[in-house]
């Protein structure tokens, strides 16, 4: 937990610093009775800084006192990382397949592999709520999701 | 009163009523699974419902939270699993309830005291929303800013967790307000080169990602499950035995109704610290406080009660001054954004169909709530048979389509799951996310109010010292940023001056 902790602060503060950096750039100082465009971000991003620095010294403060492990057992990780893992997964396959065609295969991976549904269950879904969500969407709703480079759907779609 | 008068024309108009009994069903369903909110699910909502005009969509939204209070109840009481944060309190002693053979009295005891507790708190926001609004128009930038202020500090101050963490939460929130094209200058800042970063980060994407997806990944590290379905019907004979037993306790329900109201007003704290607060105060002034978590009906009126009247208490803020009283209400905030509508005391001169068909929708809301609760509880519990490892994607998806309709790029939904990883981070390493939602929400305004406050003034930090008004705001600001300090301090003190407790007797 405590190197979690001082990760997370260090990552803050490397995007903190990132933002003085940006804010610099920009100006951050006063023109003209005001200020400029990147006085806040500069000042924020210099609290961002401090406050963090002021967590790692607190992480380190209490080191011996907070030995617990970030996951409490292998199954939670496990799950976190499964459910991490297909979530990213499905975004290069929205890119390339199209919304609806990569929410088959995410679902299909994920009730599979994951739930370990039987096999007409997961086909069932994998079908299903893809057919669900474009009816909700595109047709009820008129808000258009992406079709991919390839666009399988399109091409079921004008196929029946 | 003709204001509200107007208001019930306009909520009870048949498109508005529809749209209210589907957000309380929606709303119902989605305090039921335990992974989304009454926060979570009005954001996934927005995307379906921008395409409606504001008035209507504002009372659907009405209806989701309404329902999504109860709805978290449900699964608490029966299951022990609070389908909402602000149903933890009620799993106290709903569940003992259950396992004592009462879970049909528990379950109309929460339903009644939601539906009381909103309504009477309802009634006050009627009795406050007006003067309130009117007193705010006197407000300019520097008032403006030093309220803002006062919602940070509530929320950063009052949020109970580690002072640092809930500063950087902050902070972090209002960094990324300022990414984007700066309104007064018109440039693009904080962009990292990216072309993408120049419309900035919607407050969507933010919400959906962290609260959406960071809470399955805690859920699914908890790995969630209900055993087993409990079939329970609210039985005519146990709803009357239920209103019989609460009518014994209405001292305590009125107080807790109370605290929730006022600690929902209280910008950043909504339902959640509402009803834990009114759960201590009630076991505190009970007269048997030792019968608190086997299954006491008190138990469970009082933060039931609490959080309806919570997140009723958020939107007084919302609609008059247009600071966000709760996380669920800065959801609010942004759908009336998106619609176009700056909330704020003019809102309710520009729109009033909008504030008062909201109030007027909270009363209804609350009436189609009720009923809905009694009647349908075996479709509520039906809805928990979906297995958490189906719920897990569909949500992702939502949240993916959610952050993809903030302006149409594949960016986003990237974005959206960044947002994730980081608040699933955040909630594991007890970083508060409600500051930064609320920052997020509240920091283009912010900025503004600053920057047009020193634009006034010619650059002069003077301008915020001017007026009573601000003065009085950066004074209470000041306490509750310091809050925390000042009862370290005090439990520091008590701990010198007190003798130390002699060893327990083995």
Known sequence: ?160 | MADLLFGFQVALQLSNLLACGLGVTLGTIIGVIPALGPTQGAALLIPVIFTLPAHTGLIFLSGVYMGAIYGGSVTAILFNIPGTPMAVASAFDGYPMTLKGRASAALAASAVAAFVAGTICTVLFTLFARPLAEFALTWGPPEFFAVFLVAYGAIVGLGGKSLTKSMISVILGLIFTTVGFDSITGRPRLTFGLVEFMAGIGFLVVVVGAFGIGELLRAAEESLYTKGVVTAWVRFRDLMEALREMAGMWVSFVRSTLVGFWVGVLPGTGATPASFMAYGIAKRFSKHPERFGTGEMEGLVAPQSAASAGEVGAMLPLVTLGIPGSPTAAVVLGALMIWGLHPGPLLMIDNPEVVWGFIASMYIAAVVSAILNIFCIPVWTTILRIPFTVQVPLITLLCYIGGYTENNTLFTIGLVYAFGIVGYLFKRLDYPLAPMVIAVVLGEQTEEAFRQSLIMSRGSPAIFFETTIAKAMLVLAAIFFLWPVFTALMNFIRKRSSPKPAPAAK
């Not at chain 1, 937990?1 to 490397?14: G, T």
């Not at chain 1, 924020?44 to 002021?54: E, R």
């Not at chain 1, 088959?104 to 299903?128: E, F, M, N, P």
């Open chain 1, 1 to 160: 937990m405590r190197i979690a902790d001082l990760f997370v602060a260090l990552l803050l503060l490397a995007f903190g610093v990132a933002v003085v950096i940006q804010a610099k750039s920009v100006g951050a100082g006063w023109i003209r009775g005001r200020p400029e465009s990147g006085f806040i971000p500069y000042w924020l991003g210099i609290a961002l800084i401090s406050l963090c620095l002021f967590v790692l010294a607190q992480t380190l403060w209490r080191w011996k006192r907070t030995a617990e492990p970030f996951f409490t057992n292998s199954e939670g990780m496990w799950s976190v990382v499964k459910v991490a893992s297909t979530a990213l997964l499905a975004l290069p396959l929205i890119y390339y397949a199209g919304f609806y065609a990569a929410s088959a295969i995410y679902l299909l991976i994920y009730t599979r592999w994951v739930g370990k549904h039987r096999w007409h269950s997961t086909v069932l879904i994998s079908i299903g709520i893809p057919v669900g969500l474009y009816i909700v969407f595109e047709r009820w709703l008129l808000i258009l999701l992406p079709r991919g480079l390839y666009d399988l759907f399109g091409a079921i779609l004008t196929w029946l």
